[in-house]
């Protein structure tokens, strides 16, 4: 049984509505009942892995609960139905939730402005060295070209350096996972535009000599740049600012419990301190006599725009609502229980897996499937498909570059204890299985519809037929 909306259009002659060769009389569709369609669909939704049905460990990534109560608040109509295009007077309300979550994010980051037009973490980061190329231009240094980056920095870094022209140098990390500070002192001198760092980095650890570093960056002319996408870990307990950083991003859709979604949308508002605050995207949103404001005007340095209008605005909404939920208090507690909860399960795994930098973590940890590898030829890879079986997403791998055969870990706050330990469980019964069974851990999944898949070509080449054509 169908129910179909009658037909609001003329049924004849459809030559009037459309060229009459362009009229397929004959076409081949699926014929099914409204229930089966319902079921149908239902049940593919059923097999795949979210937040709200599975434990997420994606490392770096921060697959946090993402509360309700954001939605809620997005859907207010005042947020949802509103127009960029709206005059101003008719918009105030929104106006003034971006003019207080940039001071909310100034108070929490130690930050004196910010854009929300970045689109995402890595959009963050091109609008980050826009900024920092501006500068220099301006100080007419723009011979400066280099930007310094260590070996565990996450991807988009050295693509975002290279989209402005920039040229990329790695340094290495020393043994204790910190930059090591005889190569950066090599590398800096009077061609660094700037340094981009995360901190605490991907492997978890906040690098011990970050005042040291700031200075050697400054002192050689050079800027600093904080890769905040995930600050997990630092929420009411250091600000980036204070450490160095003249300029950071930060992904809501991480740390402030917005939706990751199919690439979109994100939002990577960028934050800088008073030497960088001219080069701001526009429009900026100020308050004058009690109204909020859109300008333009009084940065004539700037960058321009990144994005039309205001960026992922109902992305914004949705941080807002989260860091109103849970206020100062609270998001200092989103970061306690997330280094705990990464600390007790690292401290559990490390017993299994080879932990190779061997110090409290922070947010996140890295272990490696090195022991499994040399006994009996399981892979970082084999052990991620094996916790599916589980009921588990696997965790990100082979990522950090430096570690051999990685395994990168991020429980996140919002997880219980049962749910971290029944993940230890699973992984500590995944090392006995590489001894008596990995067969079993090599051939994995065994749960889902397809096993291993070619995800190279899955992604180039899907097919998402429900027939096959003879057209091809
Ligand atoms: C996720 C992430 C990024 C990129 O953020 P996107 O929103 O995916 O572009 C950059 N750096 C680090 C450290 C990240 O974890």
């Known amino acids: 049984?169908?129910?179909?909306?009658?037909?609001?259009?003329?049924?004849?002659?459809?030559?009037?509505?459309?060229?009459?060769?362009?009229?397929?009389?004959?076409?081949?569709?699926?014929?099914?009942?409204?229930?089966?369609?319902?079921?149908?669909?239902?049940?593919?939704?059923?097999?795949?892995?979210?937040?709200?049905?599975?434990f997420y460990p994606l490392g770096s990534c921060t697959m946090k609960y993402n509360p309700k109560v954001n939605e809620e608040v997005a859907k207010f109509p005042g947020f949802s139905e509103v127009h960029p295009g709206q005059d101003e007077s008719e918009i105030q309300g929104m106006l003034e939730l971006l003019y207080d979550m940039?001071?909310?994010?100034?108070?929490?980051?130690?930050?004196?402005?910010?854009?929300?037009?970045?689109?995402?973490?890595?959009?963050?980061?091109?609008?980050?060295?826009?900024?920092?190329?501006?500068?220099?231009?301006?100080?007419?240094?723009?011979?400066?070209?280099?930007?310094?980056?260590?070996?565990?920095?996450?991807?988009?870094?050295?693509?975002?350096?290279?989209?402005?022209?920039?040229?990329?140098v790695v340094v290495k990390s020393n043994g204790r996972g910190n930059i090591d500070i005889d190569a950066l002192k090599k590398a800096a001198g009077d061609d660094t535009a700037g340094l981009m760092l995360t901190n605490p980095n991907t492997l978890g650890l906040f690098d011990?000599?970050?005042?040291?570093?700031?200075?050697?960056?400054?002192?050689?002319?050079?800027?600093l740049y904080y890769d905040g996408a995930n600050a997990n870990a630092t929420l009411g307990v250091c600000r980036p600012a204070d450490l160095g950083f003249d300029v950071a991003h930060f992904n809501l859709h991480k740390t402030f419990s917005t939706p990751h979604g199919g690439g979109g949308p994100g939002a990577?508002?960028?934050?800088?301190?008073?030497?960088?605050?001219?080069?701001?995207?526009?429009?900026?949103?100020?308050?004058?006599?009690?109204?909020?404001?859109?300008?333009?005007?009084?940065?004539?340095?700037?960058?321009?725009?990144?994005?039309?209008?205001?960026?992922?605005?109902?992305?914004?909404?949705?941080?807002?609502?989260?860091?109103?939920?849970?206020?100062?208090?609270?998001?200092?507690?989103?970061?306690?229980?997330?280094?705990?909860?990464?600390?007790?399960?690292?401290?559990?795994?490390k017993k299994y897996y080879y932990l190779p930098y061997d110090r409290p973590c922070q947010h996140e940890f890295v272990l490696s499937a090195k022991w499994q590898k040399e006994k009996c030829g399981i892979k970082a890879l084999d052990i991620a498909k094996r916790l599916i079986d589980y009921g588990f997403h696997p965790p990100t791998i082979y990522f950090p570059l430096i570690v051999e055969e990685a395994l990168m870990i991020e429980p996140t706050e919002t997880e219980s204890k049962a749910t971290l330990d029944a993940f230890c469980d699973a992984m500590i019964k995944i090392a006995g299985e590489c001894e008596t069974n990995p067969d079993i851990i090599r051939s994995a999944p065994h749960s889902t519809p397809v096993g291993r898949l070619d995800e190279a070509k899955a992604a180039r080449e899907p097919d998402l037929r429900w027939f096959k054509s003879s057209q091809g």
């Open 1 to 54: 049984m169908v129910s179909l909306p009658g037909c609001d259009v003329p049924e004849e002659p459809l030559q009037d509505l459309i060229p009459a060769d362009l009229i397929r009389r004959e076409l081949p569709l699926p014929e099914f009942t409204e229930l089966d369609a319902v079921r149908h669909f239902t049940r593919l939704s059923q097999k795949n892995f979210s937040v709200d049905t599975h």
């Open 102 to 168: 940039e001071k909310y994010l100034c108070a929490i980051f130690g930050y004196e402005a910010f854009t929300f037009q970045p689109a995402a973490g890595a959009h963050g980061e091109l609008t980050s060295l826009l900024m920092i190329k501006a500068y220099h231009r301006d100080k007419g240094q723009g011979k400066r070209y280099k930007v310094i980056i260590p070996d565990s920095s996450h991807g988009t870094n050295p693509a975002s350096v290279s989209m402005v022209g920039y040229k990329a």
């Open 208 to 223: 011990e000599h970050i005042e040291e570093i700031a200075d050697i960056i400054h002192k050689a002319g050079g800027l």
């Open 268 to 349: 990577g508002p960028v934050g800088v301190n008073k030497t960088l605050e001219p080069f701001l995207p526009v429009p900026r949103v100020i308050k004058a006599n009690d109204k909020f404001q859109m300008t333009n005007d009084k940065f004539p340095k700037s960058i321009g725009r990144v994005h039309s209008f205001h960026g992922n605005i109902n992305v914004i909404v949705r941080a807002y609502a989260y860091i109103r939920s849970l206020g100062s208090q609270g998001l200092q507690e989103v970061s306690k229980k997330a280094v705990e909860n990464a600390n007790y399960m690292m401290n559990i795994l």
